[in-house]
């Protein structure tokens, strides 16, 4: 087996790359498609966490796969959430103590 030492030296390798693999591009795809990214972001929507209960959570659950099965196929945690968030009735919550 011969030698292959210094083969596969760092400064050739990025030139080969530069110039066949990425192009004239002189930053690899990863960093490319990472900026790329940044500019695609959606601005008509964020993505939030926030905490529940168990219980809430399985509650919200039954309640997706009710609608599901009457025919909401669509239906979602978050798409009920925003329904109850259009059709609440602020006024009828009880008062704080």
């Known amino acids: 087996m ?5 083969v596969l030296d760092g400064d050739e390798v ?6 066949t693999f990425w192009g004239d591009q002189d930053e690899p795809p990863r960093k490319r498609r990472k900026k790329k990214k940044e500019e695609e ?5 964020q ?3 926030i905490s529940l209960y168990t219980e809430d959570l399985e509650a919200l659950d039954q309640k997706v796969k009710r609608l599901k ?3 909401h196929r669509k239906m979602s945690r978050s798409a ?3 329904y ?3 059709t609440a009735d ?3 919550l009880p008062r704080p103590y």
């Open 69 to 71: 099965a009457a025919g």
């Open 80 to 82: 009920l959430i925003r």
């Open 41 to 45: 972001k959606p601005d008509h929507y």
């Open 90 to 92: 602020l006024e009828g």
């Open 14 to 19: 990025r030139e080969v790359l530069s110039e």
């Open 84 to 86: 109850a968030l259009d």
């Open 47 to 49: 993505v939030i966490c």
């Open 2 to 6: 011969s030698d292959i030492k210094g």
